[in-house]
């Protein structure tokens, strides 16, 4: 049996509301833990500390609401151009 | 290196002890310290790279786990065959011997950076809370905050400017008639046309709601609301960097704004 990745359920659950959660708090940051929902906030760190004191653990789903996730880019790292001389 | 930040200046992060070709070699560096998650254990201290092709501020993947940090999201990181997913986690680190920071608990993006000798890069997130200076003939490059530091998660990267710009376009539409909002009379490709021409700069991210529309602008049109909010945060919010002129909102010049006291 394949081992589950860090907040697969947690990620699961969040695309399954998405839309949902988009429509009702878009913008915001929402906390997952499990199948669960702990909590809507205004900010990244409000989020994270809030929540996860609500949750009881650090190792909870925190996630920006917006209506799809565009891929970030970071070309000189993704095209191996950041090596060189060292210091 | 020296910081500044007194009254009636921006405070102002400067790097100049090194001679030209040092800053031409290895870039703008600045050396970082993340501190663990685990109460009581000791700090990481490494170096970090000023990479402006960086959407996101990312950190050593190893690091932040040798720190403690849970892995609270991934993200998604495009390169040339593809995306690849990436833990995100949420880190407290600061520029030594500066009066800025430490940031706590900041969103950064976990990837390989050991082989290069870094613990950090530093993305347009964090940049697009500063404003820097690459002078390469003196070997010398500056970053200036024209405010506290704020949290930088409030920050909008500049990339989603457009998006955030319709998704306000659609809701400013939501306002019912009668409390006489602004009209929003662009089309989609209009406003995206709009925040374009604004040099990408994320004008839908000011702190303004559609409460806040109702309560104070009785604009006829979209370019008007937006000529307001942009007069209103002008002088106390550095994101409002942006003024409309000739029916055009342009990126105000630097030595126009006015200095965060």
């Given at each position: 049996?394949?081992?589950?990745?860090?907040?697969?359920?947690?990620?699961?659950w969040f695309e399954t509301h998405r839309k949902e959660l988009f429509a009702a708090h878009p913008?915001?940051?929402v906390?997952?833990?499990?199948?669960?929902?702990?909590?809507?906030?205004?900010?990244?760190?409000?989020?994270?500390?809030?929540?996860?004191?609500?949750?009881?653990?650090?190792?909870?789903?925190?996630?920006?609401i917006l209506d799809t996730d565009?891929?970030?880019?970071?070309?000189?790292?993704?095209?191996?151009?950041?090596?060189?001389?060292?210091? | 290196?020296?910081?500044?930040?007194?009254?009636?200046?921006?405070?102002?992060?400067?790097?100049?002890?090194?001679?030209?070709?040092?800053?031409?070699?290895?870039?703008?560096?600045?050396?970082?310290?993340?501190?663990?998650?685990?109460?009581?254990?000791?700090?990481?201290?490494?170096?970090?790279?000023?990479?402006?092709?960086?959407?996101?501020?990312?950190?050593?993947?190893?690091?932040?786990?040798?720190?403690?940090?849970?892995?609270?999201?991934?993200?998604?990181?495009?390169?040339?065959?593809?995306?690849?997913?990436?833990?995100?986690?949420?880190?407290?680190?600061?520029?030594?011997?500066?009066?800025?920071?430490?940031?706590?608990?900041?969103?950064?993006?976990?990837?390989?950076?050991?082989?290069?000798?870094?613990?950090?890069?530093?993305?347009?997130?964090?940049?697009?809370?500063?404003?820097?200076?690459?002078?390469?003939?003196?070997?010398?490059?500056?970053?200036?905050?024209?405010?506290?530091?704020?949290?930088?998660?409030?920050?909008?990267?500049?990339?989603?400017?457009?998006?955030?710009?319709?998704?306000?376009?659609?809701?400013?539409?939501?306002?019912?008639?009668?409390?006489?909002?602004?009209?929003?009379?662009?089309?989609?490709?209009?406003?995206?046309?709009?925040?374009?021409?604004?040099?990408?700069?994320?004008?839908?991210?000011?702190?303004?709601?559609?409460?806040?529309?109702?309560?104070?602008?009785?604009?006829?049109?979209?370019?008007?609301?937006?000529?307001?909010?942009?007069?209103?945060?002008?002088?106390?919010?550095?994101?409002?960097?942006?003024?409309?002129?000739?029916?055009?909102?342009?990126?105000?010049?630097?030595?126009?704004?006015?200095?965060?006291?």
């Amino acid at each position: 049996m394949a081992e589950k990745r860090p907040l697969e359920e947690e990620a699961a659950w969040f695309e399954t509301h998405r839309k949902e959660l988009f429509a009702a708090h878009p913008l915001k940051w929402v906390v997952v833990l499990g199948q669960k929902q702990i909590g809507i906030y205004d900010s990244f760190s409000e989020a994270f500390q809030q929540g996860s004191a609500a949750a009881g653990t650090p190792h909870v789903l925190v996630k920006q609401i917006l209506d799809t996730d565009e891929p970030m880019s970071a070309p000189a790292l993704t095209l191996g151009l950041l090596g060189g001389l060292h210091i | 290196m020296a910081f500044t930040y007194k009254q009636g200046q921006a405070p102002t992060l400067t790097y100049s002890e090194n001679p030209p070709p040092i800053l031409y070699v290895f870039g703008p560096r600045v050396n970082i310290r993340v501190y663990s998650f685990v109460p009581g254990q000791a700090a990481f201290e490494g170096h970090a790279l000023v990479d402006t092709g960086a959407q996101k501020t990312c950190i050593d993947v190893t690091v932040a786990q040798q720190l403690g940090y849970p892995q609270i999201d991934t993200e998604k990181l495009c390169h040339a065959h593809g995306t690849s997913e990436h833990p995100v986690f949420p880190v407290t680190f600061e520029i030594p011997g500066s009066s800025f920071g430490p940031w706590n608990n900041e969103r950064l993006v976990g990837v390989e950076l050991s082989a290069q000798k870094l613990c950090m890069l530093i993305g347009r997130d964090f940049l697009s809370i500063a404003h820097m200076t690459y002078n390469g003939p003196s070997g010398k490059w500056y970053m200036e905050y024209p405010a506290p530091p704020r949290n930088l998660s409030q920050m909008q990267p500049q990339d989603v400017a457009v998006k955030e710009m319709l998704k306000l376009v659609h809701r400013i539409k939501k306002v019912p008639a009668k409390t006489k909002p602004a009209i929003v009379k662009l089309t989609d490709e209009q406003a995206a046309a709009v925040a374009a021409s604004s040099g990408g700069i994320a004008i839908a991210t000011m702190p303004w709601q559609v409460k806040d529309i109702k309560k104070r602008f009785s604009c006829d049109d979209a370019v008007s609301a937006l000529a307001r909010i942009v007069k209103e945060h002008l002088n106390h919010d550095a994101r409002a960097a942006l003024r409309l002129k000739n029916g055009a909102i342009e990126s105000v010049p630097w030595s126009e704004r006015n200095v965060f006291v």
